[in-house]
């Protein structure tokens, strides 16, 4: 079973963005990327999908919830600012099964960080906006890890 761990798409900068920022939303671009997962994820068997409440997030997984009849679990773990060691829980509790959570561009390093230094290996070490981690658990470990760039 693979956890794959998206960094949101593609949002409009904070700068361009005068409101709340959970709920600055996605740029054309982002759209773009995230209907792109789809088509790299979208006949994985996926059977759940957990974003950050952010709007650009569950915009980021909204293509592929349509594709798959999902619905989007929010989880405050995944948020921008939240401990790795909360995400880290996180992915412990969704092993087993093939997932997509959706998170920020603090949490997925410090995460791959911290699976990388708990023995897992890592073919990649980036994060940028519309990527995704495939995270392969062996038991109670994620044993490998490999980055997928945004489409």
């Not at 761990?5 to 949002?11: G, I, T, W």
């Not at 361009?16 to 997962?37: F, V």
Request: glycine fraction near 10%; hydrophobic fraction near 40%; include cysteine.
């Amino acid at each position: 079973m693979t956890v794959y761990l998206v960094r949101h798409a593609d949002a409009l900068s904070r700068s361009e963005w005068a409101h709340d920022d959970l709920l600055r939303p996605l740029t054309e671009k982002g759209y773009g990327q995230a209907q792109g997962l789809v088509d790299l994820w979208g006949d994985k068997g996926i059977r759940r999908l957990i974003t950050s409440p952010a709007v650009r997030c569950r915009q980021t997984l909204d293509p592929l919830a349509s594709h798959l009849g999902l619905v989007i679990e929010d989880a405050v773990e995944l948020l921008e600012g939240a401990t790795v060691s909360g995400a880290r829980a996180l992915l412990d509790s969704v092993r087993g099964i093939e997932v997509a959570l959706c998170s920020h561009g603090d949490i997925i390093p410090d995460l791959v960080n911290l699976l990388t230094a708990e023995g897992m290996n890592a073919h990649g070490r980036d994060a940028k906006k519309g990527a995704t981690w495939g995270l392969e658990p062996e038991g109670k470990r994620f044993v490998r890890g490999r980055y997928e760039p945004a489409p």
